[in-house]
Structures are given as C-alpha cells and as structure tokens.
C-alpha cells in the first residue's frame, strides 16, 4: 500500500521559510514523478512544484518565481520543498503527490496523495 506523509509545515512570518518533506513507501518510484499541490480555503487546488523520480527535470508553478525548490532523495524515498520568502498568499494546505505522469501540472493524474500539511505565513 501507497503511503505519503507530508511534515514540515507550520506558522511563519512573511519573508520566512519553510521546509516541507514528503516520505514515500509502499512501492518503488522509480520513474515516479513526485508533486506538490496546495489548496488554500475557497479556493482550487494549484499546482506548486515536480520533480521526475527517475531524473532530475523540475517544474514550478508560476507564481514561486525562484522562491522555492524541489529536491529528492532517491535513497530515503523522500521529496522535499524549500519555501523561502514565504508570503501570506502562499498560506495553503500542501499536498504531496506520486504517479507516473505525462502533465506533471495537471492533478488529475496523480493516483497518490498524502494527508496534507498546513503552512501559515503571516503578515
């Protein structure tokens, strides 16, 4: 069974950082893409970030603008998030993802999901 847990959420102020992690189990991600969505109140779900498992081609949303980058270690089936110059507009649950994609940006195509983290940047 497929497991995704999220940690490394939490409160910060503007202009802080964060680092989220996600620990994948349950099967072998090689060629895996792992993703990160967010989804804050009255809104859809957005796309943040990917990375291929099995290469090292990384995509972001728009709006990171540099602030954040996506990693994995491949040894501890583990993808990360660095958030730096964390806004209150990034204030979201993030979600981690896995499958095996051909639109790394489009949810609908990741089977995978973690629970979510909650991250809060306040003002």
């Known amino acids: 069974q497929v497991q995704l847990v999220e940690s490394g959420g939490g409160l910060v102020q503007a202009g802080g950082s964060l680092r989220l992690s996600c620990a994948a189990s349950?099967?072998?991600?090689?060629?895996?893409?792992m993703g990160w969505f967010r989804q804050a109140p009255g809104k859809e779900r957005e796309f943040v970030a990917a990375?291929?498992?099995?290469?090292?081609?990384?995509y972001y949303g728009d709006f990171v603008k540099g602030r954040f980058t996506i990693s994995r270690d491949n040894a501890k089936n583990t993808v990360y998030l660095q958030m730096n110059s964390l806004k209150p507009e990034d204030t979201a649950v993030y979600y981690c993802?896995?499958?095996?994609?051909?639109?790394?940006?489009?949810?609908?195509?990741?089977?995978?999901w973690g629970q979510g983290t909650q991250v809060t940047v306040s003002s």
């Open positions: 993802a896995a499958d095996r994609v051909m639109d790394v940006v489009d949810g609908r195509q990741y089977k995978y």
């Open positions: 349950g099967r072998t991600f090689t060629n895996y893409t």
């Open positions: 990375i291929r498992w099995s290469v090292y081609d990384t």
